[in-house]
């Protein structure tokens, strides 16, 4: 699920054609992110890559990413499974950059 109200006001913070980049800027940083998790083989180091996804997915108002990436983060700090976050960010997340990617000016009534 998509915070449209999130989009409009980063909209309104940096304009049409900024938004644009920093949505093609935030792609690219998410799949970096997502193959860094994927190599992560410590504790610690899986919690810093889903607390960096978090902050990307709530900056961009992705919200059940970020709650996935949370959910993964406190299991890595508790010495829990992260798999199924894992699984579940690795799918969601470009699915969620392409759906914003191809639905914001629609959404949130930009030209």
């Given at each position: 699920m998509i915070d449209w109200s999130r989009v409009s006001e980063l909209h309104e913070e940096v304009g049409d054609d900024a938004l644009g980049e920093v949505l093609e800027l935030f792609s690219?940083?998410?799949?970096e992110g997502l193959a860094r998790l994927?190599?992560?083989n410590s504790a610690t180091a899986i919690a810093a890559e889903f607390h960096f996804l978090k902050g990307a997915a709530l900056n961009l108002g992705l919200d059940e990413v970020a709650q996935i990436c949370a959910k993964g983060e406190e299991n890595a700090r508790n010495g829990v499974m992260t798999e199924a976050q894992r699984l579940a960010?690795?799918?969601q997340f470009p699915a969620s950059c392409q759906e914003l990617s191809?639905?914001?000016?629609d959404r949130i009534g930009a030209n």
């Open positions: 690219s940083e998410v799949a994927a190599q992560a960010v690795t799918e191809s639905q914001w000016r």
